[in-house]
């Protein structure tokens, strides 16, 4: 199993730009999430979905879309990205909905200029 | 709102020197526990997962323990690869969010040959 994938590794964006970070699971997992990482802040919850045609907000949507079409895939639209987007984001999944490990992707560093 | 505190921020140990690093939380019911490990430049790696107060699990040099309060990891005789910031994070049982994991800001570990 390859486990949790994202794509790409690093961006660079100017403010305004939209772009799609990619994040797909192989373990057939129900629950997908996405954190964005900062320094000094911990990782925060931006979007989660609980199945397949489900998502609902985390701590800190705002910029940030989301779509659960497949069990596997679980994209991160920014639709304009601004410089307080700069971060370190993090897909995740596990198997249940409560209870159980998640297991996290490799990053995607995003500078926003 | 769930909080997690970790403690200390940093800490340097020598190779084989044991000691402790801390998890306060506080969530209106424990869902569970979860510690991680995460390398500079890579994403969270899965260690433990506490459900009860008086729980331990153990892995390798690593134990982690469990209060209604707290959490412990418990390094014994560490080696320079046990370098890495240590995550914890708690699941809570009902509220808005049910699935979401709240993070601490991480325990920065290094230890010197």
């Known amino acids: 199993n390859a486990g949790v994938t994202q794509t790409p590794k690093f961006q660079v964006l100017k403010t305004g730009q939209s772009m799609t970070l990619q994040c797909a699971q192989d373990?057939?997992?129900?629950?997908m999430s996405w954190y964005r990482q900062d320094p000094g802040m911990g990782l925060r919850l931006i979007h989660y979905s609980v199945g397949a045609g489900i998502t609902d907000q985390g701590e800190v949507p705002n910029g940030y879309n989301v779509s659960r079409s497949t069990t596997e895939d679980f994209p991160l639209r920014l639709l304009s990205a601004a410089p307080s987007q700069t971060s370190v984001y993090f897909c995740a999944s596990s198997r249940r909905l409560a209870g159980d490990e998640q297991f996290f992707g490799p990053g995607t560093r995003l500078t926003v200029l | 709102e769930d909080q997690v505190t970790q403690s200390p921020e940093a800490l340097r140990l020598q190779e084989g020197e044991s000691s402790s690093l801390n998890c306060s939380y506080t969530?209106?019911?424990?869902?569970?526990l979860f510690w991680y490990r995460q390398d500079p430049g890579k994403g969270p790696e899965f260690l433990f997962t506490?459900?009860?107060a008086g729980e331990e699990k153990e892995k390798e040099r690593l134990k982690a323990t469990l209060t209604k309060k707290e959490s412990f990891l418990h390094i014994t005789a560490p080696k320079p690869e046990d370098s890495a910031t240590y995550l914890c994070a708690v699941q809570a049982v009902g509220g808005g969010s049910n699935y979401k994991l709240t993070f601490g800001k991480g325990t920065l570990l290094t230890v010197n040959p």
């Open positions: 373990m057939n997992h129900e629950y």
């Open positions: 506490l459900y009860s």
């Open positions: 969530v209106s019911g424990l869902r569970g």
